[in-house]
């Protein structure tokens, strides 16, 4: 029973290059959601999104970033022209339902270094 | 400070010993959850505690939640090496989202051997 997957583990972008970090979630969990984590820091939400829906961006700068959730396959979250601000660690998590009664189970992460 | 503030930022202790971590927050909450993340790996959730409870034990883990002062503490009883990581808490907040977590920027145990 896998949990949630995220690959890859670590990436290499130069400035101004595509990051695509994928996330598969736990088997039957139907809920994603993206955080990005800066050194030092605690977790910010970024995007939660069900099955070919977001439902909260909130979190996500307007710009270069976007996530999708199709009806088959991985979870990606997408960053166009990375900067070096982008360089940080993200992390997917899933759930079976909202958040009432249980807590998120998080994959390990993709670090993403911007040179 | 902001939501979700753990208290202190580092904490080193020696095997055996009890580690306890505060956690203060700002705004009413559904819940408050504490995790944990080894360095350079993911979070792992340990506990959850709603709003209605004041306290919480799971194994050598030991939670208390304080709505009226807004604070929770993570007690860890018997402490191992393992336990060296990096605890969280993180508040699901009111609102009607019940699924957006604000995480505070950790405490960092260290047990010593």
């Known amino acids: 029973n896998a949990g949630v997957m995220q690959n890859p583990r670590h990436l290499v972008r130069r400035r101004g290059q595509e990051a695509r970090l994928r996330c598969s979630p736990m088997?039957?969990?139907?809920?994603v959601y993206w955080y990005r984590q800066l050194p030092e820091e605690g977790l910010k939400f970024m995007v939660y999104?069900?099955?070919?829906?977001?439902?909260?961006e909130s979190g996500m700068p307007k710009e270069r970033f976007s996530a999708e959730f199709p009806k088959e396959g991985p979870s990606i979250l997408r960053i166009q022209q990375v900067v070096r601000g982008d360089s940080a660690a993200y992390f997917c998590?899933?759930?079976?339902?909202?958040?009432?009664?249980?807590?998120?189970?998080f994959g390990s992460g993709t670090r993403l270094t911007v040179v | 400070s902001q939501q979700g503030e753990e208290d202190p930022q580092a904490l080193s202790i020696q095997e055996g010993e009890n580690a306890t971590m505060n956690c203060s927050y700002k705004?009413?909450?559904?819940?408050l959850q504490w995790y944990r993340q080894n360095s350079g790996r993911g979070l792992v959730h340990l506990i959850l505690?709603?709003?209605?409870?004041r306290e919480k034990h799971s194994g050598r883990l030991r939670v208390t939640l304080d709505t009226s002062k807004k604070s929770s503490s993570l007690l860890i009883t018997a402490s191992r090496a393992a336990d060296t990581a990096s605890y969280f808490c993180?508040?699901?907040?009111?609102?009607?989202?019940?699924?957006?977590?604000?995480f505070g920027k950790g405490t960092l145990l260290t047990v010593n051997p």
């Open positions: 998590a899933s759930s079976l339902e909202g958040l009432a009664n249980y807590g998120y189970t």
């Open positions: 088997k039957g969990h139907s809920h």
């Open positions: 999104l069900q099955k070919e829906n977001i439902i909260d």
């Open positions: 705004t009413s909450i559904n819940n």
């Open positions: 505690i709603r709003s209605n409870e």
């Open positions: 993180a508040t699901d907040t009111s609102g009607g989202s019940n699924y957006k977590l604000t």
